[in-house]
C-alpha cells in the first residue's frame, strides 16, 4: 500500500498526498481530480504569475477541508474573495492546522519559502529562495550580495531535519542554476531534494547528477509535468 506520493505538476508545484492529506504547492495548473474528501492544504509562496495562479484553484475557497496558506503579499490579489479557511504568513511566522506545522521561511525575492511538516515528515519548499546569480544583469557587488543573502537564509534552517526540499535549479541561470541546490545540500543535508523552478525546459535536468554534489542525498529528479517522483 502506498503511504506516501510525491508529484511533480508544473514547474515549482508538487503536490504529496497521504492517506488523509494533500499538500500542494505553488500549483500553476488547474489541480482535477482531487480526492475532496480528504484535508487540501494549498500552500502560495508568493504572487508572481509563475507561482500564484489563483483560477486553477479558487474553485475549493469554500469548501471546510480546504485550507489556503499564503505568504503576505499576496493579499491584495485576493481582496473581496471569500476563502473560507485562509492563513497569511510573513517571514518566520508559524501556525498549525491539524495535524499539519507550517514555518514561514524568507527567500531572496518576494514572498515566503515554507517548512512543512505532517506525520513525522519535513519537506521544505523553496519558493523564490534561490542563489540568484545572474552574470549579465548584476554588477560584483550585487553579485556578492545575492550569495549572502541566499545563505544567510539558508543557515536559519541548520538543525532541521528535512526529508524532501524542493529547491530551485533554474535554466536561464546557465551554469550557475546548480549554485543554489549544491549550497543546499552541502548545508542541510536533506534525505532527498527535488529540482523546481524549470518554466518547462526538462532537458536541462537531463544530467543534472553530474553538476551537484549529492553526498549522502538521494535526487529525485523531474522529466516532465504529471509525473510521480516519489512513492512509497
Known amino acids: 500500500m502506498i503511504t506516501i506520493q510525491i508529484k511533480h505538476l508544473s514547474h515549482s508545484g508538487f503536490m504529496v498526498e497521504d492517506k488523509e492529506n494533500l499538500l500542494i504547492f505553488d500549483p500553476i495548473v488547474l489541480l482535477k481530480g482531487l480526492d475532496v474528501e480528504k484535508n487540501i492544504y494549498i500552500f502560495s509562496t508568493h504572487s508572481h504569475g509563475d507561482h500564484f495562479k ?11 477541508n480546504a485550507y489556503f496558506i499564503f505568504s503576505k503579499d499576496i493579499a491584495p490579489k485576493i481582496e473581496g474573495k471569500k476563502i473560507k479557511n485562509l492563513v497569511l504568513l510573513d ?14 521561511y524568507g527567500t531572496t525575492d518576494l514572498g515566503n519559502s515554507y ?6 515528515q ?10 540568484w546569480h545572474w552574470v ?24 532541521k531535519d528535512i526529508d524532501f526540499a524542493f529547491v530551485p535549479v533554474d535554466p536561464r541561470l546557465e551554469e550557475q542554476a546548480y549554485l543554489a541546490i549544491n549550497y543546499f545540500i552541502e548545508t542541510l543535508h536533506p534525505g532527498y531534494v527535488i529540482p523546481m ?36
Open 54 to 64: 489563483p483560477e486553477v484553484f479558487e474553485y475549493l475557497y469554500e469548501m471546510k
Open 91 to 104: 517571514h518566520y511566522e508559524n501556525t498549525e492546522i491539524h495535524d499539519v506545522k507550517i514555518s514561514a
Open 197 to 232: 523552478h524549470s518554466f518547462g525546459e526538462y532537458s536541462f535536468y537531463k544530467d543534472l547528477e553530474e553538476h551537484i554534489e549529492l553526498h549522502n542525498t538521494k535526487l529525485l529528479n523531474v522529466h516532465r509535468e504529471n509525473e510521480i517522483v516519489y512513492e512509497k
Open 115 to 120: 517548512l512543512v511538516t505532517l506525520k513525522g
Open 122 to 131: 519535513n519537506y521544505f519548499h523553496s519558493g523564490d529562495l534561490n542563489w
Open 136 to 159: 549579465n544583469r548584476m554588477t560584483s557587488d550585487q553579485l556578492a550580495n545575492e550569495e549572502s543573502d541566499f545563505k544567510r537564509e539558508v543557515d536559519l534552517l541548520k538543525g
